[in-house]
């Protein structure tokens, strides 16, 4: 992604092909931007932080699971007729699901997906490239608007040291989907959502110790910041925070999430803004 990696590179952060164990392939214009993102506000960022962050909510890969379930949703057979609309049609290693179409539940297709998959020296990537928008006005319909842009690149594990490298640059967008789970919270938050950034996470020599690296930038409704790993997050026996720290900058502001991992174990982080003293910040009710 080297229109993001130059980007990346003026904040100060290591950007070099290096600090990576695959070499980033994606290239384009980040779609996500970096504007006024509401740091002054800790549970703000922590909301970011689990969109972002491996296994604080959405697995080690934030950005892909995240397209992904809202792809399993708009496929579902409530909403999609499998097969015909969105017209699916495989073709050797790329697969192609084509709108233009009305479900018979009355969701309306427009647009294009596609996947592609390979084996590339004994390592499986997939590639998926979006551009669909879902949209229904029927009473009985459980989102009003779901739209999908952009690409990621995935590779699983290389036999080595290395679990998965994501690549993504897409814009989600959701309408009428969160405030039917009556959450408020993220219906308005996700009424754009955007990633442009590179997810990484290692294995050490043992196996057993996940080290997670990730940089680039998040948007959401609330605005966008470019984030970073200045060292590497570790899964240290905590299932529900990593140890390590995460870093924020919006332009003039500067921010660091510092998790404890297995020390406390406790869905929170030592939020400081602007090298302030740090505060504790927690998941929210929101979110869950």
């Known amino acids: 992604m080297y229109a993001l990696i130059w980007t990346l590179a003026c904040t100060g952060e290591d950007t070099s092909v290096d600090s990576w164990r695959i070499e980033p392939r994606a290239s384009g214009t980040p779609l996500a931007r970096s504007s006024a993102y509401p740091l002054d506000d800790g549970s703000e960022a922590y909301l970011a932080a689990q969109h972002i962050v491996p296994e604080l909510h959405w697995g080690n890969s934030p950005s ?3 397209v992904l379930d809202m792809w399993d949703h708009v496929m579902g057979v409530n909403v999609a007729d499998p097969g015909n609309c969105p017209y699916d049609v ?12 009305r479900s018979q539940d009355g969701y309306d297709w427009e647009g294009e997906v596609q996947q592609v998959v390979w084996e590339e020296e004994g ?22 608007r779901i739209a999908f842009q ?4 995935f590779a699983g594990s290389n036999g080595e040291d290395l679990q998965s490298h994501t690549e993504s640059n897409f814009i989600l967008e959701t309408e009428g989907y969160w ?5 408020p919270k993220l219906e308005e938050a996700w009424s ?12 050490d020599a043992g196996g057993d110790l996940r080290s997670f690296k990730t940089e680039g930038v998040f948007e959401n409704a609330y605005g966008g910041l470019v984030f970073a790993t200045p060292e590497l997050l570790e899964d240290d026996g905590c299932a529900s925070e990593p140890s390590g720290t995460l870093s924020f900058t919006d332009g003039d502001q500067k921010a660091s999430l510092e998790f404890e991992g297995n020390d406390r174990c406790d869905n929170c982080a030592s939020y400081a803004l602007d090298g302030e003293d740090a505060a504790l910040t927690c998941r929210t009710s929101t979110w869950l």
């Open 90 to 101: 495989v073709d050797g290693s790329t697969r192609t699901w084509t709108g233009g179409c």
């Open 150 to 153: 952009g690409e990621f690149w």
């Open 179 to 183: 405030e039917r789970g009556s959450r």
């Open 64 to 66: 892909t699971h995240i």
């Open 192 to 203: 754009v959502l955007a990633f442009s950034g590179i997810w990484e996470t290692w294995l």
């Open 123 to 144: 390592q499986e990537w997939e590639r998926w490239t979006f551009d669909m928008v879902v949209s229904s006005e029927v009473d009985s319909r459980s989102f009003d």
